[in-house]
């Protein structure tokens, strides 16, 4: 089975760039490496930076960056808020959130999952998990914290949001990434070293020990058998994101009931596996595609660079879709290993309508089925 290894290429390339001195031109740069971390370590799947994270997704963001990121499947599927179903995706890491007292719930035994986070609350989790305790912050509890969390430069790239702000994608972003280079209490040793994580010569997540156990896939998976089959680790022990959003292993078995089959990469460092369906995500942009090459175009001025393919499935739909990458324009050329007739699974982004109707992706990835 021949696999692209897009994911590894990008990161590679963030790689090389964060090698460089950080200058302003290179703030974009900075970004991306900072995005990977956050994937590769499981702590989040960024999607769009401007939204507003809820309560319930910021718990589950600190379970996945804390020493518990193991025991959510273990974790009892009784809620312990009134207003948190127990079959939530995110009641385990809301009631280990609660029970070690990263985040506290309201009056009437109320958590407000669907209420956005702010930073006095991200703030207070977060030190939370770097040992802090109330016995820490005399006086005003609030205003310490917000002057600890200065002081151990925790605000970096979030100097301008107001204690009271509520917190987008972007600002847990970087919050938890600070959190990851920060020492824990007490400690010498960055907090990511519970990841094994370490920091390069300018402060910053290294990215290079990173490349050994970056994220690894395709696969195309049938049943959950297959699933834990093809994973190094327990699957009992492993984070899910089901296109872009938390899942439970219960969630993707019925999925793959429904549909048949899915797209898997997965990280055995962070224990997290990223699950993409034939349905498809507004949230990441990406769906799977299966059916049969029928068509490679090539351009007028290079006949041996394809330049997209069309996919026909079995319902005799036609997807076209673009090779934008040298490397699939190598998979799919006459020196390649794809050709016309051939049965693959395109794992695919950005849809789009072209002039005459039909709709069109850009491949990601791919697998010869």
Known sequence: MNRMRG??????????????????????????LRKRVMELT????????????????????????????S??????????????????AYAPHIRIA???GWMKGYLGGMFRPEESVTLKDAVRAVLALLGYTDEDFAGDQSGSRMA????????ENLEWIQSEEILTEDNCL???????????????????????????????????????????????VKKIGSVSSKLPFDIDKASFYMDGEPCTKANVKAMLEDYGYAVMYYNSTSKTVWIYTPEGSETTGKTVLQGEITNIYYKSSEVLTPTAVTLTTEDGEEYECSLNSSDLQFAFSIYGTVEVGDEVVLVCSGSSENEDGAVTYQVTDFLED
């Open 7 to 32: 994911c590894c290429l990008a990161l590679a390339a963030v790689t090389a760039a964060s090698l460089c001195p950080v200058t302003a031109q290179a703030s974009e740069s900075t970004y991306d």
């Open 42 to 69: 499981g702590i989040m799947n960024p999607s769009d930076g401007s939204r507003f994270i809820s309560r319930a997704e910021f718990a589950a963001m600190l379970v996945r960056a804390s020493e518990y990121r």
């Open 71 to 88: 025991t959510v499947a273990d974790a009892s599927s009784v809620s312990v808020f009134a207003d948190v179903p127990a079959d939530s």
């Open 98 to 100: 609660a029970r070690q």
């Open 148 to 155: 600890k969390y200065s002081y151990l430069e925790l605000n």
């Open 174 to 220: 970087n919050l938890l990434y600070n959190l990851l280079k920060t020492p824990a209490k007490g400690s010498q040793n960055i907090y990511g070293s519970i990841m094994d994580l370490t920091l390069s010569t300018d402060g910053e997540i290294n990215p290079l020990e990173m490349l050994d156990t970056s994220v690894k896939g395709p696969y195309v």
